[in-house]
């Protein structure tokens, strides 16, 4: 027997989490389908052996998760549903915001999905996807009078238009997640400097440098830009010791 083993103290479970695990795991496993139905909430009750209020705790659980909706007196019971993209948006959100994810390691990664997603729309682009990404900056230009809250959301439109011309849903719903994590740091920032005006103009520029490499259809430039100006951008909120990623990658973008 070996004198060191890995096992490590177990947690109690409670039998709402019980019957969440079971339901998902039938769903992954394909047991439960989208559009198939769950017991009624009194069947589910006896199948578990539970009590009402655990049953409808782990439906709660379930349908906050986007797995399933019930309706309170629907004699079909839950439905299971198709998986959707918000179902991710909404998990990262709560990993980012709920501290599970560092500031660090959210910058680390909004500069490598900001550098490939405009690497692809430079590519993929189309001239309506382009003027729509014109006209967003151009809204971004507007919205400084209005503040760094109307900025930052104008600046949000501008790349989320970038990430649909790049053609990949998945950074798309990455992108919006990252990126509506990180507002209240840009926000923060913003309202913090010296003279706000100027820090908006400055992040208005760089959106124009990055709208001009992606109208030459320049990946390669673009994708560059775009690194080097997150870097730049959120780089000095990082603390000092939580920037080594941030410099590879900075290397990687010269």
Known sequence: MADKTDFVAVKPVR??????????????????????????ERELMV???????????????LESAGLVRSRPGDPRGPEILSASPATLHKAMSRLVRGGAIEPSELVEFRV??????CTLAAQHRTP??????????????????????????ADVDFHAKVWVASRNQLMQIC????????VDLVNDRIDSAPDSGAQMKLS????????????????????????????EYYGEMIEQGDRKGLELLGDAAV
């Open 15 to 40: 039998a709402y989490e019980a019957i969440v695990e079971q339901i998902e795991q039938a769903i992954t496993t394909r047991q439960l389908n989208p559009g198939d139905r769950l017991p009624s």
């Open 47 to 61: 199948t578990f052996a539970v009590s009402r209020a655990t049953v409808r705790e782990a439906l709660r659980v």
């Open 112 to 117: 490598m999905l900001e550098g490939a997603a």
């Open 128 to 153: 309506e996807q382009l003027e729509q990404m014109r006209d967003a900056v151009y809204a971004m230009e507007a919205s400084i009078a209005g503040g760094s809250a109307a900025f930052s959301q």
């Open 175 to 182: 992108g919006d997640a990252a990126r509506g994590a990180l």
């Open 204 to 231: 208005l520029s760089h959106d124009f440098e990055i709208l001009d490499a992606i109208e030459a259809q320049d990946g390669v430039r673009a994708g560059n830009l775009a690194r080097k100006f997150v870097i």
